[in-house]
T-cell receptor, first 111, second 114 residues
Framework: DQQVKQNSPSLSVQEGRISILNCDYT??????FLWYKKYPAEGPTFLIS?????DKNEDGRFTVFLNKSAKHLSLHIVPSQPGDSAVYFC??????????FGAGTQVVVTP | NAGVTQTPKFQVLKTGQSMTLQCAQD?????MSWYRQDPGMGLRLIHY???????DQGEVPNGYNVSRSTTEDFPLRLLSAAPSQTSVYFC?????????????FGEGSRLTVL
């Protein structure tokens, strides 16, 4: 049973606009949430994370928001650039220290 | 500056054959793990290890075997390959001092079972 869900398999956005990726989870015991970015034929690379005790974390163009009551987090990319075209995975760390991943969202940034 | 190294990058097997996917990390990380990536399924944990001599099962362990004799190496063995094991496999490692749970991934091994 998937405890981390990304319900949008794909997202297309114009260069310069905002990309918003969403992620829902069911386990209230997750203590850290992470976003990974993956290019074709490469391994996922860490992008940004947020502790469950915070509601926002920002790193340059990337901001992650956490809404614990709704069990929902989102990743905002502003402004979107062509190099942001990739698959983005949401992940959550459980009480055993293991990461559970969502199915991923393919982002395409168009000129 | 190698990080996590996986070999081979590509492999084709016939049903019933066995093979080992190799994973090595040079960051002295205690935690190592294997994931498989399948379309629409994301990354699913196969096996993991919190240190040399200690391994445990993840979400989808059936058909796979692991061992951890050193801190650096964490091989994944397919005992009798099946078409359902066609996938991209990723090895990942992390340090307990990184409390965020951040994993460092290898480049992946694409396996096809005919």
């Amino acid at each position: 049973d998937q405890q981390v869900k990304q319900n949008s398999p794909s997202l297309s956005v114009q260069e310069g606009r905002i990309s918003i990726l969403n992620c829902d989870y069911t386990n209230s015991m997750f203590d850290y949430f992470l976003w990974y970015k993956k290019y074709p034929a490469e391994g996922p690379t860490f992008l940004i994370s947020i502790s469950s005790i915070k509601d926002k974390n920002e790193d340059g163009r990337f901001t992650v928001f956490l809404n614990k009551s709704a069990k929902h987090l989102s990743l905002h990319i502003v402004p979107s650039q062509p190099g942001d075209s990739a698959v983005y995975f949401c992940a959550a760390r459980d009480s055993w220290g293991k990461l559970q991943f969502g199915a991923g969202t393919q982002v395409v940034v168009t000129p | 500056n190698a990080g996590v190294t996986q070999t081979p990058k590509f492999q084709v097997l016939k049903t019933g054959q066995s093979m080992t996917l190799q994973c090595a990390q040079d960051m002295n990380h205690e935690y190592m793990s294997w994931y498989r990536q399948d379309p629409g399924m994301g990354l699913r944990l196969i096996h993991y290890s919190v240190g040399a001599g200690i391994t445990d099962q993840g979400e989808v362990p059936n058909g796979y075997n692991v061992s951890r004799s050193t801190t650096e190496d964490f091989p994944l063995r397919l005992l009798s390959a099946a078409p359902s094991q066609t996938s991209v496999y990723f090895c990942a490692s992390s340090s307990r001092t990184l409390n965020t749970g951040e994993l460092f991934f290898g480049e992946g091994s694409r396996l096809t079972v005919l």
